[in-house]
């Protein structure tokens, strides 16, 4: 065991303690070597009052930096020589130290990372040399010192023990810009813009023959003034043309509808009541283009002497009865007329065939006519008409009309037996209505009028064989009223009520008493009343929805018939009513499609008129539901 302890005395622990010492000894000195190293690099790269400083800071903080001097065995030799080469040029120029050894004290106290002096000596190696390059420094030594001045700049800083972070060098930082010495004169004549001169053309350069007076005068009565060229397209938009004093625009629309009804309509294309169903009581569908409408409308000259503008209408539809199949419908007259208005005064005097002044509403439905025979009276006729307005204020308006009308004859104009005849008087019409403008709640004005008419007509009958009620030939003068009440009521911009009610004897041509004005059997008219009322909603500006009702109820105890009897038994109409609701969307202003679904009711009784006091045999309803699908290009 002694022998064992001696052995490991002498064998090992002696050699490593004698080892320790060495390499102590070795290392102190490797430290002092590498601190007097570094004094003298201080020196040599600073300027003489720099290095002085410097060697004094490494002399009493050697212990500091001592650690951080083993990164200098990373530093080539040749960085040391080439300095020494640059500042003995630099000497023999008497110029200043090198600018790199300025850049490198601004940039003290920047971190960097450590382990990666190679990587930034390579990288920042090449971004000197094309710093070098911009400066068109060709000189051997110059590009050999630059290429290596970042290593040596950082061997520098790794001895001072400085922690750097540097920026990314891709490109050469930018050179100062070089400042001129400007003369003020120089620089005001350079200053000054010369305008270009454009080119002239004369006509002795141009070369070209003088120009004719008369036929410039002539070019210059030609030419359109600023007022003209927008008065034409003003115009084009319109679509108008002119002939004299008149200015002509044409307007319409081209309308298919596509229809389906439960039960037999009447006429079928459109519907104005159900067939009676002991005649006929199939379903039907019709697609029906007749509905297209034509018209011009005419703008006059202004008439001095009366204080008024000249203008007028000429409408047309394809409704008209032809004989034969339904594509060939006949061309009919609906509005025809010259007007003068009197815009100032508030006048307007019309002579021709517009629509009636009484009742002047109708429900907004897709039928061509709209709740005709089922609530709804007016139809157009012939006319002269006078209108009178008063502004009594702001808030109040009054408007007069009146009209003396062609007597219209609607009933048995192609029954055998009776011949209708016109009458010595016409049919007059008025009406008085007044504008509400800040009733409602928002203002909107709210507008409610009354209306009638009164006129004659002439019937020549002739006796019926078989019936004793008429079993005589006559000749009766058989009066023709009406009493109407209609309202326009705004509730909000976008919902609107309206309706009207009437009651009136003989009012078959007015589109009343479910077409039945005069009774055939008692040769006297027949008394009716009905009403309408509709609900407007706009949803939007392209998508509304209309809903309404309409009813038409003439007096049951006039009605005997107004059908030839067959068999001793005759049929006439007794109600007729609807319930509507249509959704309309205008895909623009000139596009639009509307489906609508409607409720007919029609009642009929059938009479026994063989006796002196006709009795009821039957009463039928004939009921069905339509729908109706519209599309119409207008213009």
């Known amino acids: 065991m002694a022998g064992n302890a001696l052995g490991t005395l002498l064998f090992r622990d002696v050699p490593l303690m004698f080892y320790d010492k060495v390499m102590s000894s070795a290392e102190k000195l490797r430290k002092a070597s590498v601190g007097a190293m570094r004094r003298v690099v201080s020196f040599l790269t600073l300027k003489r009052n720099v290095g002085v400083f410097s060697l004094l800071l490494a002399i009493f903080s050697n212990a500091a930096f001592a650690d951080d001097a083993k990164s200098i065995e990373n530093v080539s030799n040749d960085a040391l020589r080439m300095f020494r080469i640059d500042e003995e040029r630099n000497a023999s120029k008497g110029e200043e130290s090198p600018r790199f050894v300025e850049t490198a004290l601004r940039k003290i106290g920047q971190p960097r990372e450590e382990g990666k002096l190679s990587a930034y000596a390579s990288e920042e190696t090449e971004t000197l040399e094309a710093a070098a390059e911009d400066r068109n420094e060709s000189d051997e030594d110059d590009a050999r010192l630059l290429a290596n001045i970042r290593p040596f700049k950082r061997a520098r800083e790794r001895i001072f023990g400085e922690e750097r972070v540097f920026k990314d060098l891709a490109s050469p930082a930018p050179e100062p810009p070089v400042v001129e010495t400007i003369n003020p004169e120089e620089q005001e004549k350079k200053n000054v813009v010369v305008p270009a001169k454009p080119p002239v053309i004369s006509l002795a350069s141009a070369e070209l023959p003088p120009l004719d007076p008369v036929g410039a005068r002539a070019a210059s009565e030609e030419l359109a003034t600023r007022a003209e060229v927008e008065a034409l397209r003003e115009e084009s938009k319109g679509l108008a043309w002119k002939k004299g004093d008149l200015k002509i625009t044409p307007y319409g629309f081209l309308n298919l509808s596509v229809s389906t009804d439960t039960e037999r309509a009447v006429p079928g294309e459109y519907i104005l009541y159900l067939q009676n169903p002991n005649i006929d009581s199939s379903s039907d569908f019709a697609v029906d283009a ?309 409720y007919w009711q029609t009642d009929w009784q059938t009479k026994n008129v063989l006796s002196e006091s006709p009795e009821i045999v039957s009463e039928d309803t004939a009921k069905a539901l339509r729908v109706e699908f519209v599309t119409r290009l207008s213009f």
């Not at 016409?426 to 709210?446: D, K, Y």
């Not at 005589?472 to 003068?477: D, G, P, V």
């Not at 038409?552 to 609701?581: C, H, Q």
């Open 290 to 598: 007749r509905t297209s409408r034509l018209g011009l409308k005419i703008e006059g000259p202004r008439i001095e002497r009366l204080d008024a503008t000249l203008g007028g209408v000429a409408e047309f539809d394809f409704q008209g009865v032809v004989s034969g199949s339904k594509n060939k419908g006949g061309v009919q007259l609906r509005r025809a007329f010259a007007e003068l208005v009197d815009a100032r005064h508030e006048r307007r005097f019309l002579a021709g065939q517009d629509w009636e002044i009484i009742s002047p509403g109708a429900p907004m439905m897709l039928n061509y006519l709209p709740g005709a025979f089922a609530g709804n009276i007016q139809y157009r006729r012939a006319q002269l008409r006078f209108e009178q307005g008063w502004s009594c204020s702001s808030d109040l308006h009054f408007l007069g009309q009146i009209a003396v009308c062609d007597n219209v004859l609607g009933d048995y104009t192609s029954t055998a037996g009776v011949t209708p005849m016109t009458s010595g008087w016409p049919v007059l019409e008025g009406r008085l209505a007044t504008t509400l403008f800040n009733c409602s709640r928002n203002g909107l004005p709210i507008t409610v009028g009354v209306s009638g008419h009164i006129g004659e007509q002439y019937y020549k009958f002739s006796p019926i064989a078989g019936v004793p009620l008429a079993s005589t030939a006559e000749r009766k003068s058989i009066r023709t009223w009406s009493a109407n009440v209609d309202y326009d009521v705004p509730i909000t911009e976008t919902l609107k009520f309206q309706g009207e009610y009437y009651y009136g004897s003989v009012l078959s041509s007015f589109c009343g008493a479910i077409n039945q004005g005069v009774d055939l059997y008692r040769r006297a008219g027949i008394d009716d009343q009905g009403w309408w009322v509709g609900i407007r909603k706009d949803w939007s500006k392209q998508f509304c929805t209309n809903v309404g009702y309409g009813i038409d109820r003439p007096e049951k105890a006039d009605l005997v018939g107004t059908s030839v009897a067959s068999n001793g038994l005759a049929t006439a109409r007794t109600k007729n009513e609807i319930y509507f609701v249509n959704f309309v969307y205008n895909w623009s202003a000139n596009f639009m499609n509307g489906i609508e679904f409607s």
